[in-house]
């Protein structure tokens, strides 16, 4: 049975930085690119970033470049998504997920790639 874990939110002012990590378990980790999606009330699910299966090539939202930096550890099954330079814009509910297809099909941006999912961990920034 695969579960997938969020933790690491929480309420942080507006600059400030958190940092998130995701627990994956049933399945190897480095098997799997990875991503991190948001979703703020009204609103679409939202890419924010992804990395490949060896941790070698990351990809961002335009929105959260040079911001946040996802890494991962597959010897312990996790990935991380530091979030830095925070905005109220970032407030959201953040999910992590699996994505079976290799990175050279690009679909690392694509929500509906991503089988298995978190139960999300809220983020919010105080202006």
């Known amino acids: 049975q695969v579960q997938v874990v969020e933790s690491g939110g929480g309420l942080v002012q507006a600059g400030g930085s958190l940092r998130l990590s995701c627990a994956v378990s049933g399945r190897t980790l480095s098997s799997y690119t990875m991503g991190w999606f948001r979703q703020s009330p009204g609103k679409e699910r939202e890419f924010v970033a992804a990395i490949s299966r060896t941790g070698s090539t990351t990809y961002y939202a335009d929105s959260v470049e040079g911001r946040f930096t996802i890494s991962r550890d597959n010897a312990k099954n996790t990935v991380a998504l530091q979030m830095n330079s925070l905005k109220p814009e970032d407030t959201a509910v953040y999910y992590c997920?699996?994505?079976?297809?290799?990175?050279?099909?690009?679909?690392?941006?694509?929500?509906?790639?991503?089988?298995?999912w978190g139960q999300g961990t809220q983020v919010t920034v105080s202006s």
């Open positions: 997920a699996t994505n079976p297809q290799a990175w050279y099909r690009r679909t690392y941006y694509n929500f509906k790639a991503y089988d298995y």
